[in-house]
């Protein structure tokens, strides 16, 4: 029987070189790349006592911290944010010599600008965004800009392509798309995502239930078929996996 045997990968030079050029994105992909990271325990689950921090490894946190080096946008569902707790992207001390600029800028994903998000995001301007739907109150845009709060607003029509478009706006060519379920599911089925950067925590959460990776709101279903294009383990026993939208098997 056929076996593979995988790469593992720790935290010296030559394991984050590695991991580097594991997560590079597929060539000839469209540009902007949009490239959704998630961590999923083995039964699916996409949290531990709401928040998937609660999942993470050591592995992933490099892996997390690398695929936001190599960006230069980073998308985020504004629920995701709060939950978890995301400010602006901070350089991550295993990545530097990698990424010669700035972090990236991080928007936030949002159809209302409620008050604890304004208040998430007060202040920091450019380097932890809104992008709000085209329909939110022009006056409640206005007051969260008083308050330092960048705000995009996304073209009208399907909401996959106006993400898209917004990327394109900010002159993005690779985009770290971090979640949560509830936007993943959409803007895969929209077509709006390349590729899925998926860590598999070594683990079963027992009693999970009802918490998939792709969560729709209205139960509409897709199929949308990858191919597995890079995986490796690390030290803690996690697998690390990249896989690629397949269009051609659509
Ligand atoms: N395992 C993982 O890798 C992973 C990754 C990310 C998050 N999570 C977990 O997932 C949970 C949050 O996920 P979630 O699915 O509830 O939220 P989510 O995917 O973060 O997305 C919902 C957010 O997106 C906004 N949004 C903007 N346009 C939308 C649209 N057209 N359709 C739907 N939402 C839209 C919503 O805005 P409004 O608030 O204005 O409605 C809401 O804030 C948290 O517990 C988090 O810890 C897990």
Redesign the pocket.
Known sequence: MPSTRLTELGSDPASLAAMWSALAPEPGGRTPTIRA????SLDG???VD????G?GTPTDQFLFHAMRARADLVI?????????GYGPAQPHEAWRAYRGTPPPPVV???????DQ?VEHCAGHGDALAV???PDVDRDRIAEAERRGVRVHVLDPGP?GAAVRALATRLGAEEVDF?????????LLAEDAVDELVL?LAPEVIVGAHG?P?V?T?DGATARVPLRVSDAFTGPDGGLYTRWVVDRDGR
């Open positions: 990271v998630m961590i999923a689950s996409t949290t709401g928040r998937s921090g999942l985020v569902g504004a629920a995701t944010a709060l939950t978890e936030l994903l949002a159809r209302t600008l409620s998000l992008a709000v739907t909401y971090e979640g949560g379920p509830r936007l993943l599911a959409r860590s918490d990776l969560r709101e």
